[in-house]
């Protein structure tokens, strides 16, 4: 018996899904999404108005969706769509949730019973913070995101080198400074108020899906709000979903989209990942004739050195072997990487072997 066709993926993607997020994600189809971006209603509990210094009324979150009638109520919201969301996962698939105190530690207790795994807290440090006006406590200066794959054996997406070269070649740490929303960014609606309370800013979602997405990925983002998932994934060439139930934040969300141009494929190519490079063996460089038989390579002190052989071994001080294997023995290391232990001359100055794996790659067209 031939299996039940589910929806075309046109029917779902790079649309926003009116309605209750989770009656919305009941009706996708299971394992069509590569990752969800979650901002849900923080749960906040303010119950009196927030005034400054001069007694004017900060605008905060004062709306219906942000209200449960108790601890329970939420942590039964918060099971229902993150297991809604599980539903939706590819097997390789993850899910980003972004919250404060307020709520996010619930979250991540019902992220691990619900299967997920959780791979980093992510600590969005706030460069423009609202300052604490009672002074009765500290500044609220930040929000914690969670990075969890849908489970222990997913092989989620990183893309490490990406991240590592917008870090200006040191590898991403887990505490990012980006501003709140603000200025032309922060959208109005015609009475020149916000028109969401809680609109995270564009650099935020861009990293976010630098970081674990590929071009023509899918995207899901169950409170969708003003649409800032969408915007960043249609413009960085990734597919979308969005569920929004008002009305308002809805048509603002489509306006928005509407006016985004994606990148040119150029433009959207990353850093690729040395593990996803084609492997050339050290012996392939010799054959080639990038290195040549009686060559001496030394480590980055010059205080070991080897000669190359035509075999594509390596020798010193009457032992022999691999880049790897030598590298080890004459370290007395149990494992050494060769690709970076051993180094060449050129014009006098010590190089890596492993650049000359760029060079084999052009000449075997493998790149």
Known sequence: MSKKAGPKPEAFIDRIHAGDAIAE??????ESVDLVFADPPYNLQLDKDLLRPNNTQVDGVHHDWDKFKDFAA??????????????????????????????????????QDL????????VWRKTNPMPNFRGTRFTNAHETLIWASKDPQSRYT???????????DLQMRSDWFIPICGGPERLKNDDGKKAHPTQKPEALLNRVLLASTKPGDVVLDPFFGTGTTGAVAKKLGRHWIGIERD?????????????VAPLDAESLKTVTPKRAQPRVPFGTLVELGILEPGATLYDARQKISADVRADG??????????????GAQLQGAQACNGWTFWHYKDRGKLKPIDELRVEARQQLGLQ
């Open 25 to 30: 994600l009941k009706k996708l189809p299971e």
């Open 74 to 111: 939420y942590d039964e919201f918060s099971r229902a769509w993150l297991g809604a969301c599980r539903r939706l996962l590819k097997p390789n698939g993850a899910l980003w949730v972004i919250g404060s105190y307020h709520n996010i530690f619930r979250v991540g207790t019902h992220l």
């Open 115 to 122: 299967g997920y795994w959780i791979l980093n807290d992510v």
């Open 158 to 168: 990183f893309n490490y080198e990406s991240m590592k070269a917008l870090n200006d």
């Open 247 to 259: 009305p308002d934040y809805l048509k603002v969300a489509q306006d928005r989209i509407d006016g």
């Open 313 to 326: 071994t390596i020798a010193s001080s009457g032992n022999q072997g691999s880049i790897h294997k030598l």
